[in-house]
């Protein structure tokens, strides 16, 4: 789920008109930008490489090939009752599940009632997508997340009342599994809590946009349910206050890179003792639109582009980050 700065459409278009400096630490491309400044808020890639965007501002699912030269935005389903999408991931091979809802992009909430998770199955030639089940309390179902080895179960976040959902892709079936001080947002809305969430070797990661934290919290998965395991563990928080993060990318060494509004990707990294450190990625903290505008999510290559980080942003870009370029 976004966060739109007023000025986002005027500095996209500055961005666009300037030869700004090279800031990246990785080098970068521009895969993709859209013509109109589409929103692009989440990202799955397919086993193939081929890229599938989700757009706040649009009920429809794009697909993308990044590998082709002049890369466009291609439709590939348009969802029923909703006028966007937030989260997106691959829960078994060629199965995704997707959020759709009526979305208020003023007050960044999603009217009661529309929330709605799909199964979108690519196993067949023509895409195939199914309502598994709604979520109709829920204001804001925004970033999705495999639990490994429970190839049934998603997680969603709620950036409004702070909470994680289980769902159940197989039995269509929602519940609160995790409920945390450290997940909820400090302010009222428009300020989302609970952002992107991502599960890796027995740890929940997640981005809390407005308190400005990344964190961990340990899981345990008993008959099927997730649990909390122990206290969450702040990792770190933003360096500026204009900084926000949003959704993120796990890597195979443990590293996450983090979507960071206005303008950068921060680089989480584990040292041997136990602590973490963040360092700029690429982009600039501090809102100078170089390399992204409004940066929102995050995810690796496949199909022989595992280093290659995709980036989307608020302004309509598909940036793709070397991650090979430098030493991690
Ligand atoms: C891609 O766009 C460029 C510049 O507009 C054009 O010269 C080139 O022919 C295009 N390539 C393809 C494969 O469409
Ligand atoms: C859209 O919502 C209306 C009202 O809730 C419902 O009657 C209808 O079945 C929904 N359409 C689809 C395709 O889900
Ligand atoms: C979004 O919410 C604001 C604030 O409540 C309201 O003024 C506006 O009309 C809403 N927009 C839509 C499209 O419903
Ligand atoms: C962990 O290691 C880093 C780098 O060597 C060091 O700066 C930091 O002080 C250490 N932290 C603790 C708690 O030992």
């Known amino acids: 789920m976004p966060t739109i700065h007023t000025t986002m459409i005027l500095n996209f278009l500055l961005a666009l008109s300037?030869?700004?400096p090279v800031l990246a630490t990785f080098s970068?491309?521009?895969?993709?930008?859209s013509p109109t400044g589409l929103f692009l808020e989440n990202i799955a890639v397919r086993p193939s490489g081929k890229l599938l965007l989700n757009s706040v501002a649009s009920p429809t699912l794009h697909t993308l090939d990044p590998a082709a030269p002049n890369a466009t935005l291609e439709e590939v389903y348009t969802f029923p009752n909703s006028t966007g999408l937030t989260g997106i991931v691959e829960y078994q091979p060629e199965l995704y599940a997707l959020v759709s809802s009526v979305i208020n992009l003023t007050t960044r909430r999603a009217a009661l009632g529309s929330v709605a998770i799909w199964r979108v199955d690519f196993t067949s030639k023509t895409p195939a997508a199914t309502q598994i089940v709604g979520i109709p309390e829920s204001t804001v179902i925004n970033?999705?997340?495999v639990v490994p080895g429970n190839p049934d179960l998603i997680l969603a976040s709620d950036s409004n009342i702070g909470a994680v959902y289980e769902i159940n892709m197989r039995t269509g079936t929602a519940r609160i599994a995790i409920q945390d001080s450290t997940m909820t947002p400090g302010a009222p809305e428009p300020a989302h809590g609970i952002n992107g969430l991502h599960v890796r070797n027995g740890f929940l990661y997640?981005?809390?946009?407005?308190?400005?934290?990344?964190s961990r919290v340990p899981l345990a998965v008993q008959r099927g349910a997730v649990l909390q395991a122990g206290a969450?563990?702040?990792?770190?928080?933003?360096?500026?206050?204009?900084?926000?993060?949003?959704?993120?990318?796990?890597?195979g060494e443990g590293h996450a890179w983090v979507a960071t509004h206005p303008g950068a990707l921060t680089l989480y990294s584990s040292l041997a003792n136990g602590t973490w450190t963040q360092e700029t990625a690429a982009g600039d903290p501090e809102g100078n639109y170089a390399v992204f505008t409004e940066p929102t999510s995050a995810a690796f290559g496949r199909g022989g582009c595992e280093k290659i980080l995709y980036v989307t942003t608020g302004g309509g870009q598909i940036v793709s980050v070397d991650t090979g370029s430098a030493d991690v």
């Open 28 to 33: 970068t491309r521009v895969v993709y930008q």
């Open 143 to 145: 970033g999705l997340s």
């Open 18 to 20: 300037t030869t700004a």
């Open 206 to 214: 997640f981005a809390n946009t407005q308190r400005g934290t990344f």
């Open 232 to 251: 969450v563990q702040v990792l770190g928080s933003v360096q500026d206050a204009v900084e926000e993060y949003d959704d993120f990318a796990l890597d």
